[in-house]
């Protein structure tokens, strides 16, 4: 696990400046403290910082095939580069290392662009080929591992693991994408493939992009999709055995480590099920941890206490005070854009007490988007069946305007916010769930915004990022569709972004059993009605989990990793709060409507409406601007 980074001459063969390539390089110092290195060739520049956990002797980076015309960069693990080894010694390839790095510069050597199809793993990595005169960039499947790239005025291709890295470089404007704003004031993050700036963009999740030396960079090439083909035809009692053994597999092929490994042990299915499988296949104890609240609305750590006394981990336990907000800049400065989602306070705090025992730490994430496990997808389908009942001309009739009559109520149980209900039901099936995973949702976001910003925009709406996913996902079952859309939306963009960023602050890396693209192949093979069946959510996988977890464990309503974000903003948050929005560098932007952010800070202090969410993400993009220096420049700079 590391950080990347570098720079490719387009337009010819000019010498990188080595001060540049390594600012951008000690810029990712924390992704990788154990060594760094650049390399250096006219029209090319590597460079790469070091966590060592495979191969810890050879394994260094840039790595290069025998006459050094192939060199690599790569963030990640391969996680089958063994029995890749052994096929491509069957081709007449020598290995020098034991490094899955290694791996990938042979199978390039030996397929080309097609060596993504034969990696098995988490990965972001960059190949430039001399003899080919190229450059070729590749990221995972599922999106766990980060890389973004950029295009200077002069000709110059940046790349690197994280934002900050392409910053460093100096020469790239800071303009901001008014698109971006928009997804991000939408959803909390700003989605693949864009970025916050205008002229940087993120490889998405199962692209491959080729460039050649004198030619324009063109388009990523999609390599990888999930298909929802709800096609198995396996019985129930079969279905769970083999999930199980998938499971187990996936979990197996995690665990090479010449460093200390464990894994994280929230008390929820998904990082409990990841523990059990540990547990079973290595007879030492497996070393979990697990982060509690001092406030019992947000404490689970009892039930992450029953899994590890019944496999005896090596168990450790922190209490994290309920008003542990003090992360808030530093966040701004891990993420390096905008990033709204609070839960990554506790992910920060999980990856810290991880770091003091273990290196490497295997994770529970993904497990709710392709097993069916959020609360919301309940929801989505019983709104579905209203909407079946009725065509949409209808809905939008009846139910559009119940919708804005009816008083809105936060504060009251989900069964009783029927103003969100029939806004959902008046809604196409993307509308509507797209509105469910909004933050700061129509009509407010209009009115937060400026005529101004409303201009820039020119009538671009967030929702389009649903819907360009939604065409591409190729089936009519209602829950697909919305597993579908989350896995190229909210999992690479939310999930896998914070835990990366808390993970690699730490220079811990996480591993990912359940975002095996293998295990999320075929789960996405099985009926439906084997994710979500009636109101239990991940049906089958609970079923597979009865003999290896408690009752108390598998079948209790989901909690969530969540902080008491309500409170904190009427409380010790909420001068910070109303100074930053109100005179920080948001307020200078002239993006916003003073007038409504006045009224959400007064509607919230008071207790008579609950803005909570809305006004962190207006904090946490007000952090992101002081952060990257941004503010009173911000307008001028957007509309170039």
């Known amino acids: 696990m590391c950080g990347i980074t570098g720079l490719f001459d387009t337009r010819g063969q000019r010498l990188p400046e080595r001060e540049r390539l390594h600012r951008m390089n000690e810029s990712q110092h924390h992704r990788g403290p154990d060594e760094g290195d ?43 580069y063994l029995e890749l080894m052994d096929e491509l010694r069957g081709h007449g390839y020598v290995f020098r290392t034991k490094s899955d790095s290694e791996a990938i510069v042979r199978a390039w050597e030996h397929w080309g662009e097609d060596c993504v199809h034969h990696l098995r793993g988490m990965f972001a990595f960059m190949i430039h080929d001399r003899r080919r005169d190229c450059l070729f960039m590749a990221r995972d499947r599922l999106g766990v591992k980060p890389l973004h790239y950029a295009m200077t005025e002069d000709g110059w291709l940046l790349f690197g693991s994280e934002l900050k890295s392409l910053m460093a470089h100096g020469g790239l404007r800071q303009d901001i994408d008014p698109r971006a704003v928009e997804a991000y004031f939408a ?12 002229h940087a963009q993120k490889l998405a999740p199962g692209h491959r992009l080729l460039v050649k030396r004198g030619q324009p960079i063109g388009t990523p090439q999609r390599y990888w999709d999930v298909k929802f083909t709800l096609d198995a035809k396996i019985g129930e009692e079969e279905a769970a055995e083999e999930l199980r053994r998938r499971l187990k597999e996936s979990v197996k092929l995690r665990l090479k480590a010449e460093v ?41 750590t009892e039930f992450a206490q029953q899994v590890a006394d019944r496999y005896r981990t090596n168990h450790r336990v922190e209490v994290v005070n309920s008003d542990d907000f003090g992360l808030v800049d530093l966040l701004a400065h891990l993420y390096d854009e905008p990033y709204a989602d609070s839960s990554a ?45 009725f065509p949409l001309a209808l809905r939008k009739g009846v139910f559009g305007p119940l919708a804005k009559i009816y008083p809105k109520a936060d504060w009251a149980p989900r069964v009783f916010r029927a103003k969100t209900t029939f806004q959902a039901i008046a809604r196409n099936s993307v509308d509507a769930y797209f509105n469910t995973m909004g933050l700061v949702r129509d009509p407010l976001r209009q009115e937060l915004f400026s005529d101004g910003f409303k201009r820039d925009l020119q009538g671009w709406h967030a929702s389009e990022v649903f819907h360009h996913h939604a ?79 408690p009752n108390d464990v598998l079948y209790r309503p989901k909690m969530g990793f969540a902080v008491p974000l309500a409170r904190w903003l009427r409380g010790p948050l909420r001068e910070q709060t109303r100074q930053a929005l109100q005179q920080g ?20 202090e008071r207790g008579t409406m609950d803005h909570a969410q809305p006004l962190w993400v207006l904090l946490m993009f007000d952090a992101f601007l002081r952060n990257a220096g941004l503010g009173a420049a911000v307008p001028a700079r957007a509309a170039a």
């Open 38 to 80: 650049l390399h250096i060739e006219p029209g090319v520049g590597f460079g790469h910082r070091r966590l060592s956990v495979i191969d810890i002797a050879t394994g260094q980076q840039p790595i290069f095939n025998d006459d050094k015309s192939v060199a690599l960069v790569f963030n990640g693990e391969v996680y089958n």
């Open 187 to 198: 959803l909390g993050y700003v989605p693949d493939p864009w970025t916050i700036y205008r």
């Open 260 to 300: 200390p490994l464990g894994a994280f042990l929230s008390g929820g299915v998904d990082s409990s099920a990841v523990v059990a499988a540990m547990a079973q296949l290595d007879d030492q104890p497996v070393n979990t941890c697990s982060i509690g609240f001092d406030d019992p609305k947000f404490n689970e």
């Open 345 to 389: 306070i506790p992910t920060y705090r999980v990856c810290e007490l991880a770091r003091k025992h273990v290196t490497v730490a295997l994770s529970g994430d993904g497990g709710d988007e392709s097993l069916g496990g959020y609360r919301r997808y309940k929801m989505h389908m019983m709104e579905e069946r209203m909407r079946s009942a």
């Open 471 to 549: 065409q591409r996902a190729n089936t009519d079952d209602p829950l697909a569709l919305i597993q579908y859309l989350d896995i190229h939306t909210y999992l690479p963009g939310d999930i896998n972004t914070k835990v990366d960023r808390a993970s690699m602050a730490h220079s811990l890396e996480v591993r990912e059993p359940l975002m095996d693209h293998q295990l999320v192949e075929w789960v996405a093979s099985l009926p439906s009605d084997l994710k979500l069946r009636g109101q239990e959510g991940k049906y089958l996988f609970k079923k597979a989990l009865e003999p290896m977890l």
């Open 585 to 604: 560098a948001l307020a200078q932007t002239g993006w916003f409507n003073p007038s409504v952010i006045a009224r959400l800070l007064d509607q919230h």
